[in-house]
């Protein structure tokens, strides 16, 4: 029998005694309920029990963040705590189980009626799950191989309009794209495998293209094709892939679950590209739901190479702070072990051009990462060439320490950057 | 080329124009984005684009619910304006595909920087979805056959405590369980297959006291074996428990995936019991997220059976209008064609006992329904036998339309129910 244990930590808010609400949360998840009931013996408490580590007290507030909480009785203006809590599971509760590891670390918690907040912060794994679960097969390190690009940000993009291209309207924008310069490009999350573009076809007509610029050129793009959908068809479409020469796969991880991701990554021959389209309903509300910095973990174990992680001054609602802190999460390891830290590549997107590649940098402390630009390259006065470029020039600039502004001078892609989108943003 | 169309309900809260804000959901999540791009020509946007159907403004607040949005330039003081919105999408973007539906109705949405509240209300699924997903194989009806019950509630209870049990110790409980009467037990969420109780031992153990039960009394139980976990392991989990001769397997759905679930339907010989832990992650705040109305469509085309939207006057934070909307949604046909129904058999747990059953039956209108009772049935003063007799003397009078005070006098087992737990609730 083990002894190890692992923790989870949350932000809580409740109107109870903090301790005593971490105390049910810890009963909850574990071997006790809030009544002891047959069968329960001392000795299975013992072993089974999850513990409360510490319970950290923060600040309050007069209202509940969330509705349908339950007050103390007899307390006629309850204030609500918030506090760190950390809890610790017996490994053997779980296992090496990752669906096992998520209910316990992040099942029924959410509704329990003393808490007007609560989100998963962050969790350790058990040494148990490093056999069972490989862990990202390429991450950044197999990407660079696969690229060709050994130092540097990884430079890409999305195939825009999201929906609607046929297999070779795409296949034309990508060998406008692959012309361009570009290391990566991607489908939109919202294409898959539709009527109007089968991905066989979407395959062929693309790999055409990019076989092609690879003979010509010596440089092979990676295309990520998104074969989200059924555990057949997955399989099948990144064996697709495979054969005609691809060198990605693209994943809507939310919406075919961590079980269908885990069994994809033991098939898979290939980089699994991790999009997190629904996480906002999973963290946007600040005391609900999970950080990232746990909520990836789940990702990397299951063994997804490249995870989205949103861009500085983006489009959408996430601070700069928190785009931050999810990316240096997919490059913390995941184990203290030797040879498994697990790591994904992050991927910057969303409103990004080269505007944000020193920060980023400066803020990552490195440039293990994929940068994702939109209207940054097509958007571009001198074309796609020379917006692939200016993203280049501004990452070389960035690792070099040198300010943009002194860069651009004898740089004109990256000048022509800043006069185009430079009133837009940064 | 099909023209038809499907639609997606939601709950928004902006500091925009409501049509504005709508039209600009609907672009980010079809063929427009905010910026025309190349390759996005009118014939396209025609064929691919959502529409905005409808935009009921509702009430209207002074601060935004949700963080991180950004209101208008130039308000000094904005108003929040919630409003319920239609979109409708062409079938074809999705195709007949799950996973690329969810992405579309549920995606990035939930992040837009105009929302400060953002909610999934409902959906309506396309025809093509028909033929490609079967749905649940059995649900009430195919549950009623396999149990015996052909009228009334089914009155069911959970294994506890959670976690800890060995095999056998789970094996002696279910025998005093069945000896009580019951209908179904169930597998906690937080026990699957764990070293301290393998699923194959459990199974065994287990299966040896319900086919010997069956034999002695005529009544087999099901009994819901919690399968979560990989792939492989669900499928050859089921196996085992078929070939035992059981009749049930258990998923916790959030936290394998919709494409796991769908794969295992396709296998399962069995009802497949989905367990919603993590739900509340997804559905607390209600400015965020998914109704369940919505979100248990995805499991029924999944395949699920058995749905759970837990019980009035649950010891969680769920109002009771939600929960009897939640079973009313699991019972409500998903198609408009005949025998395509694809309904399941709703669940309802948390805290019930007999006092919950008139409220639950005037609610719902029927007792097509699974009724699990903890503490209803193991802390009946005179014993689980008597706990179980209670809990179904309790659903004979609400479907007779007999107050319970009444039929109390003539029923022991559920006059000493309500004497030990009248004073807990309702």
């Known amino acids: 029998m083990s002894h190890s244990r692992f923790t989870a930590t949350y932000l809580i ?8 609400a971490a105390a049910m949360m810890a009963g909850e998840q574990s071997a006790g309920t809030f009544v002891r009931v047959p069968g329960e013996t001392n000795e299975l408490r013992a072993r089974h029990s999850a513990s409360v580590e510490s319970v950290t007290v923060l ?18 203006n309850p204030r609500y705590r918030r506090a760190r809590v950390v809890l610790s599971f017996p490994a053997e509760n779980v296992g090496a189980s990752l669906s096992a590891l998520v209910t316990t670390v992040a099942g029924n918690l959410f509704e329990l009626s003393p808490f007007s907040g609560l989100r998963l912060l962050d969790l350790t794994i058990p040494p148990a799950f490093i ?4 862990g990202p097969q390429f991450g950044a390190q197999g990407t660079r191989a696969l690229t060709g690009v050994s130092e540097g940000a990884l430079i890409g993009t999305i195939i825009k309009p999201s929906v609607g291209l046929s297999p070779q309207q795409t296949a034309a924008l990508v060998k406008v794209l692959a012309d361009a310069g570009l290391d990566f490009i ?54 697709l892939v495979l054969a005609a020469g691809g060198n990605c796969v693209m994943v809507n991880l ?27 309903a999973l963290s946007r509300h600040p005391l609900l739901g999970f950080d990232f910095r746990a909520y990836q973990k789940f990702w990397r174990l299951a063994g997804v ?46 409103g990004q051009w080269a505007s944000q590649a020193p920060d980023t940098y400066a803020a990552l402390g490195n440039s293990d990462l994929l940068y994702l630009a939109g209207g940054g390259i097509m958007g571009h006065p001198d074309g796609p060439a020379a917006g692939a470029r200016s993203l280049r020039e501004a990452w070389v600039a960035a690792v070099a320490g040198i300010p943009l502004a002194d860069y651009e001078r004898e740089h004109p892609a990256l000048a022509a950057a800043f006069r185009q989108f430079g009133s837009v943003a940064g």
């Not at 056999?131 to 490989?134: D, G, L």
């Not at 184990?335 to 997107?349: C, I, R, T, W, Y």
Request: hydrophobic share 35%; with cysteine; charged share 25%.
């Open 13 to 20: 808010e409740t109107a109870h005694d903090p301790e005593a």
């Open 131 to 134: 056999e069972r679960y490989p």
């Open 254 to 280: 939310l919406s075919v679950g961590l079980s269908a991701v885990s069994y994809l990554r033991r098939h898979s021959r290939l980089p699994i590209h991790g999009h997190r389209n629904g996480w906002g």
């Open 305 to 350: 190479d490249h995870l989205h992680v949103n861009g500085l001054r983006n489009k959408f609602c996430e601070e700069d702070e928190s785009v931050i802190a999810s990316a240096r999460a997919c490059q913390t390891p995941l184990f203290d072990a030797p040879g498994k830290a697990h790591a994904a590549l992050p991927v910057f997107s969303s």
């Open 186 to 239: 991607k489908d939109d999350e919202l294409i898959a495998n539709p009527p109007y573009s089968p991905l066989a076809e979407r395959v062929d007509a693309v790999m055409h293209v990019v076989n092609e610029h690879a003979d010509r050129t010596g440089k092979r793009v990676m295309v990520a094709f998104n074969i989200s959908g059924e555990i057949d068809e997955m399989l099948h479409n990144h064996d």
């Open 59 to 76: 600040d309050e507030v007069d209202t509940p963040s969330l509705p349908g909480t339950r007050p103390p009785k007899n307390v006629a």
